[in-house]
């Protein structure tokens, strides 16, 4: 890997913003999704071949609107933020005050509060307007002093919004809550030993968790001038914390409960729940991060395991559950801190998603997390795509009936296509052909219409 590795082959920017309507596709689109499928990812403007780490660079969201089985229009455009702005010469969205930095939006796209959101760590999401242009940021009402982390936790019962945000400057890590509503609620400092990077995080019915590991913000590196100054540090104590939650079901207030676990990093966790005095949490591991490489991801392939603590006893477990390199996971998110059964994720690492070889592919997997099988759906070829979302058929479908959702790139074609795949047995219900193809990205979501307020 080089720092030019991500901005080539399968991660190459694209130079513009394109627009295209009634797409064809293949398959059948259920009638029942109305709504967006938007996705972003880093889409750097002008960077430094010199100095470029994957998760740097301008966001830009592709989004695909469906209708009634139709598929009205395929679009992309840079998340405005003062970077973009700048360069696109356009004028700059109203910044909101929180945040350690104006950030890019080029991490996740959720919705909360009726508003598409664009994240990305270390500072306030941006909103996103139904054409997906950039109408401003929001901090909630504030205080959001650190922003809101990459992935915040939605409890689907109290409709709150959990989050984290993290800084390189003390108090390093704090815990928030923003009501169904849109306000901020809640926050407390948590007692994190150092400047670590908490991209993601735990949510249970009794508590948030926070991931204290072996990352961080490296002084040395950020005087040097490097864009993502933090790296692996083998001497930090890696911990997970449960700390009681704010908002509607927040407990007395007691302590954070810190339990040591071995080395490791976690990106994303599948998901968590409470069983009786133990926490279980099922996690994409890798073995390390920003140890053997600095400019992205790539220090070993990573594996999905189930962790579980034992908050009386403060003792930790692992077990492998599936040794497959794999990332992205994802579950039926109606469950966020309650007992799942299924999850899935996509077969890429590093190496595979920017490839260029014709004859590797993709592949999404699905676990069975009580029969202990996982079934795996290779893409074909030439096809590579990351993150698959779930979407639920309906809001009395049960657990894992709906759609698995993916932006696809056809290398032979130079096209992408958003996939559409049964969720249960990852069989083709359709693909939307988009006009050319989309660079690898991070993460997205589907947008019913029904989440947006007009
Ligand atoms: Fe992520």
């Known amino acids: 890997m080089s720092n030019t590795t991500f901005l080539e082959g399968n991660f190459a920017p694209v130079p513009d913003e394109i627009d295209a309507v009634e797409l064809e596709i293949?398959?059948?689109?259920?009638?029942?999704?109305?709504?967006?499928?938007?996705?972003?990812?880093?889409?750097?403007?002008?960077?430094?071949?010199?100095?470029?780490?994957?998760?740097?660079?301008?966001?830009?969201?592709?989004?695909?609107?469906?209708?009634?089985?139709?598929?009205?229009?395929?679009?992309?455009?840079?998340?405005?933020?003062?970077?973009?702005?700048?360069?696109?010469?356009?004028?700059?969205?109203?910044?909101?005050?929180?945040?350690?930095?104006?950030?890019?939006?080029?991490?996740?796209?959720?919705?909360?509060?009726?508003?598409?959101?664009?994240?990305?760590?270390?500072?306030?999401?941006?909103?996103?307007?139904?054409?997906?242009?950039?109408?401003?940021?929001?901090?909630?009402?504030?205080?959001?002093?650190?922003?809101?982390?990459?992935?915040?936790?939605?409890?689907?019962?109290?409709?709150?919004?959990?989050?984290?945000?993290?800084?390189f400057a003390e108090p390093y890590l704090r815990y928030q809550v923003i009501s169904a509503d849109g306000l901020v609620v809640h926050g407390v400092d948590v007692d994190v030993a150092g400047p670590v990077m908490v991209h993601d995080m735990g949510l249970t019915e009794r508590f948030a968790i926070a991931l204290d590991l072996p990352v961080l913000f490296d002084l040395e590196l950020a005087m040097s001038g490097r864009r993502l100054p933090y790296r692996w540090f083998d001497d930090y104590t890696p911990r997970v914390g449960f700390i009681p939650r704010g908002g509607i079901h927040a407990g007395a207030p007691s302590p954070t409960i810190w339990i040591e676990i071995d080395p490791c990093?976690?990106?994303?966790?599948?998901?968590?729940?409470?069983?009786?005095?133990?926490?279980?949490?099922?996690?994409?591991?890798?073995?390390?991060?920003?140890?053997?490489?600095?400019?992205?991801?790539?220090?070993?392939?990573?594996?999905?395991?189930?962790?579980?603590?034992?908050?009386?006893?403060?003792?930790?477990?692992?077990?492998?559950?599936?040794?497959?390199?794999?990332?992205?996971?994802?579950?039926?998110?109606?469950?966020?801190?309650?007992?799942?059964?299924?999850?899935?994720?996509?077969?890429?690492?590093v190496t595979s998603l920017g490839s260029t070889d014709l004859e590797v592919g993709g592949s999404v997997f699905k676990h069975d997390l009580v029969a202990g099988t996982t079934e795996r759906r290779e893409l074909g070829r030439g096809r590579l795509g990351g993150e698959f979302v779930f979407v639920p058929a309906g809001p009395d479908a049960g657990e894992g009936e709906g759609w698995l959702m993916s932006l696809v790139n056809d290398l032979p074609s130079g096209t992408g296509e958003l996939v559409v795949l049964d969720a249960q047995d990852l069989s083709d219900v359709a693909r939307v052909h988009l006009p050319r193809r989309i660079p690898v990205g991070f993460h997205g979501n589907w947008i019913p219409d029904s989440a947006l307020i007009d």
């Not at 696109?88 to 991490?107: A, E, I, K, W, Y």
């Not at 994303?268 to 400019?295: I, K, Q, W």
């Not at 992205?328 to 109606?334: A, H, Q, V």
């Open 265 to 349: 990093y976690v990106f994303h966790p599948l998901n968590a729940y409470d069983d009786g005095s133990r926490v279980v949490m099922d996690v994409v591991r890798h073995p390390t991060m920003f140890r053997e490489e600095l400019e992205g991801p790539n220090d070993g392939d990573p594996w999905l395991e189930r962790w579980v603590f034992d908050l009386d006893r403060r003792s930790f477990s692992s077990t492998v559950i599936d040794d497959a390199a794999q990332e992205f996971p994802r579950f039926d998110e109606r469950l966020t801190g309650r007992r799942h059964r299924y999850g899935w994720s996509a077969g890429a690492t």
């Open 26 to 167: 293949t398959g059948s689109l259920p009638e029942v999704l109305e709504g967006r499928f938007i996705r972003t990812g880093p889409n750097p403007i002008d960077p430094d071949p010199t100095n470029h780490h994957w998760f740097i660079g301008e966001g830009m969201l592709h989004g695909v609107s469906l209708r009634g089985g139709r598929a009205q229009w395929y679009r992309n455009r840079w998340v405005l933020g003062p970077s973009a702005a700048a360069h696109l010469d356009r004028p700059p969205v109203l910044r909101s005050p929180g945040g350690v930095f104006p950030g890019d939006g080029n991490t996740n796209v959720v919705h909360h509060a009726g508003m598409v959101l664009a994240l990305e760590e270390l500072s306030c999401p941006y909103v996103i307007g139904r054409d997906l242009e950039t109408l401003g940021q929001t901090d909630f009402g504030g205080p959001l002093p650190f922003g809101i982390n990459a992935h915040p936790k939605f409890d689907a019962v109290t409709g709150e919004m959990h989050v984290m945000g993290y800084s």
